[in-house]
């Protein structure tokens, strides 16, 4: 009997073991060249994370890769100076203010806009919907002047309720397009069942296609989440210069620019700021990467 | 202290989304009284359109007329003065600067991380630890850049020649070439752009190894397979047979990247300020408009980063286009 060859095993059958050494070895460059470049690329965090918990003098005399030969002086200081002195646990919760509302707001209102794109027909749908991919690579410094102005006028200049407006409209034209996609592609009979049954929109769009759409809403709120959370240039301009409403990254940038502030101080925020990320990196890794992939059109 | 004003936001908070329902339900009961009457035409779509045409009408279609107007204005909006600042942005020396510096960003930052991510993704396509090697690679990738500006600062960190070097960069080098003669990597003309754009390859070469491992996976293994029987060495296969598969998704990286070096602001903000020969576009721009407060010269830069991505708008409207026909 001949048994056709399953895909991916080599013809010849089961290496020997003098094969597998050699290749093996022929191998080594290569875990090498990975392992390099990773440590690499590790290096600079690993410097930032070991630095935040070292006292003060020590960081200004020795290089932060001593304490793996010398005594770790490890300190809490650092962290506790910068939540308590430089408004980062204030700002904390100013990031998780802004970032929550400006995650949820354009992910609904965008589902909203990619059913009725998907699944309804009226007349002007397809010129409407080309005005939202056209948008997606718009310039955020383009909206810059006129929306301050606009903000200044309405006394939403520093506000939450203005940062939420602002970043939810620049996530939709992207949450609109790609929910779109995903949403069109759910079967046809579902939705038709559902209207024989007698079921309106409000009901079609909450009871399935809000829940069929979960992996894309997820990967969508990661994606905003993250944009939000990280952004510096809008939250900069819109919210100003007030503490009280500051997120993280722009206490940090006016902690590097202000003079006397360590440098030490410096790290434990920025590990502060980078903490709820890296959960969020390692926790929901499948769900960030898809976004990843599907954003790679976003301007 | 401010206590009011969280227990105020959080309200907000919960509130969007029955808000966002009741506008909903609403919208339905008025669209289906109407639609008695007139069997036809439905209000529905454009009523549950709304929130989002509105959003988008507001922050991005009115400030794109409003800031192309502004744009042929002098400083303070008062006067037309016709092309005026568009020959700011291409003959004044700080604007040239950022304009070059953009360009060095633009060509040397997508030209190596696209590289990088590429010939990664098919190294480590080879090994176990793949996962764990492209996290390692990628976790930039999720932090601010404000954060990654704090961590290069501290690498850049330099000490005159003699005394300890904290700073990785300037210790490992000292460690390696003794005679090296450690440098202030951010307050140097000939090297702190360079150092910048490390800085964006550093951050950014997870994001298109990510891409291109993804595109990888995708092609069929059977062909590679019979590329190697047939005697292909693994260079040939990389350049004849992946390299071409692939153009589709290096297009896509690549426009990907450069839409956003353009705009480009962050790590320059908060590593040198644009002081030295640093500056780029973006940052020029937000000093126009808080420093010098020339909302003409303002305009004019922002039109022009608007200009340099049109194409790629016009090639993402072809593309939708020809999905939809397709």
Known sequence: MIRAPRPNTPLYGKPSIARRIVRALLHTPLHVIIVFICLLWLLPSLGLFISSFRPRNLVHQTGWWTVFYTPFQFTLQNYIHVIERSNMGRSFINSLLIAVPATV?????????????????????????????????????MTLIPV???????????????????????????????????????????????????????????????????????????????????????????????????????????????????????????????????????????????????????? | MNLFQIALALVFMAGIPIFLVLYLLVAEKLAAGRAKKRKRKSLLPWLWLAPAFVLILVFLIYPLINTTVLSFMNKDSTRFVGLENYRFVFTNDSMLTALRNNLLWVVFFTLVTATVGLVLAVLMDRVRYESVAKAIIFLPACISFVAAGVIWRFMYTYQPKGAAQIGTVNAILTAIFPNFQPQAWLFNPIFNNWALI??????????????????LKGIPPELLEAARIDGAGEIKIFFKIILPLMSQTIIVVVTYFIINVLKIFDIIYVMTNGNLDTEVIANRMYKEMFTFRNFGHAGAIAIFLLLAVIPVMVMNVKRFRRERSG
């Open chain 1, 105 to 141: 707001i354009p992910i609904f209102v965008g589902a909203v806009a990619a059913y009725i794109f998907s699944w309804v027909k009226f007349r002007g749908k397809d010129l409407l919907f080309i005005i939202v991919v056209a948008m997606l690579v718009v310039p955020l410094q």
């Open chain 1, 148 to 299: 301050l102005h606009l903000f200044n006028i309405l006394h939403l200049t520093g506000t939450f309720l203005g940062i939420w407006l602002a970043h939810s409209a620049y996530g939709l034209p992207f949450a609109i397009y790609l929910l779109r996609n995903f949403i069109d592609d759910l079967p046809k009979s579902m939705f038709e069942s559902a209207q024989l049954d007698g079921a309106g929109h409000l009901q079609i769009f909450l009871r399935l296609v809000l829940p069929t759409s979960v992996p894309a809403l997820a990967s969508l709120a990661i994606f905003q989440f993250m944009w939000v959370w990280n952004d510096l240039l809008v939250a900069l301009i819109y919210l100003g210069g007030t503490p009280d409403v500051a997120p993280m990254t722009v206490t940090i940038s006016h902690l590097i620019t202000s003079v006397g502030s360590g440098v030490e101080y410096l790290m434990a925020a920025a590990f502060i700021s980078m903490l709820l990320p890296m959960i969020i990196f390692f926790t929901l890794q499948k769900y960030f990467v898809r976004g990843i992939l599907s954003g790679s059109i976003k301007g």
């Open chain 2, 198 to 215: 490390v800085v964006g390859i550093w951050i950014w070469t997870g994001f298109a190894l990510v891409i291109f491992s993804a595109s």
